[in-house]
């Protein structure tokens, strides 16, 4: 969906190396929300955002931390990178509210992911 | 934890309809049933959700059981391009808090021509 991009779309580091992934959206959105996916499993949540001055931990936060410079910027920094780090990364948007309730309430929104490899 | 239920994988012809199960049978009152899908390493996409009515959609019907604890996705001419993991999510509509959606492994359907 054009409407949350993530850069970069794919990236290989190194061990302990500092590593931003970067997601914006024109949605619109106020909540916005990390992800991470291990092959052949499903999404975990890493952190979430309800607006800018918000931003909670989600499953599996340690290693990880966020920062929401806008509502439509949200981004995860990895302090020191460690190969278990390596995985499939999605950037996901919803609305509060709006539209039919509840059609929309929590409908999320994902980008088309960052593939993060570390060494 | 809430979690659902769905068998590992299934297989589809082109054009048939696939209905996908999902076992939710600890499911309780205020919580809705979403339905997502994700084609290999895309993002997940939503298809469709609902309390306790059928629902239908331009992509997808969603049955649910009169006790709830089950539901059945329907594609009803299901075509290549819906080849994709297809995850059951249960979610408690609870206010502010109403966010979390738990991915498990989901169903991957495959549709042979």
């Known amino acids: 969906d054009a409407d949350v991009t993530q850069t970069p779309r794919n990236r290989i580091t190194k061990t302990g190396k500092r590593i931003m992934l970067e997601c914006s959206q024109t949605k619109g959105h106020d909540r916005m929300y990390w992800y991470r996916q291990d092959p052949g499993l499903g999404l975990q949540l890493i952190y979430y955002s309800f607006d800018v001055k918000d931003i909670n931990k989600g499953e599996i936060s340690d290693g990880y931390s966020v920062s929401r410079q806008a509502q439509a910027k949200f981004s995860l920094s990895l302090e020191s990178a460690i190969p278990n780090q390596t995985a499939l990364y999605f950037c996901?948007?919803?609305?509060?509210?709006?539209?039919?309730?509840?059609?929309?309430?929590?409908?999320?929104?994902f980008g088309p992911g960052t593939r993060l490899t570390v060494l | 934890d809430a979690k659902t239920t769905q068998p590992t994988s299934m297989d589809c012809a082109e054009g048939r309809a696939a209905n996908l199960p999902c076992n939710h049978s600890?499911?309780?009152?205020?919580?809705?049933v979403y339905w997502y899908r994700q084609i290999h390493s895309q993002g997940p996409q939503y298809i469709i959700h609902?309390?306790?009515n059928n629902e239908t959609n331009e992509m997808a019907s969603l049955i649910i059981t009169e006790d709830r604890k089950s539901s059945t996705l329907i594609l009803p001419h299901a075509t290549l391009r819906d080849t994709a993991v297809y995850y059951c999510i249960r979610r408690r509509d609870s206010g502010g808090s109403n966010y979390k959606l738990t991915f498990g492994k989901g169903t991957l359907l495959t549709v042979n021509p």
């Open positions: 609902g309390l306790k």
């Open positions: 996901a948007t919803s609305d509060r509210s709006g539209g039919k309730l509840p059609v929309s309430y929590n409908e999320q929104f």
């Open positions: 600890t499911i309780s009152g205020n919580e809705y």
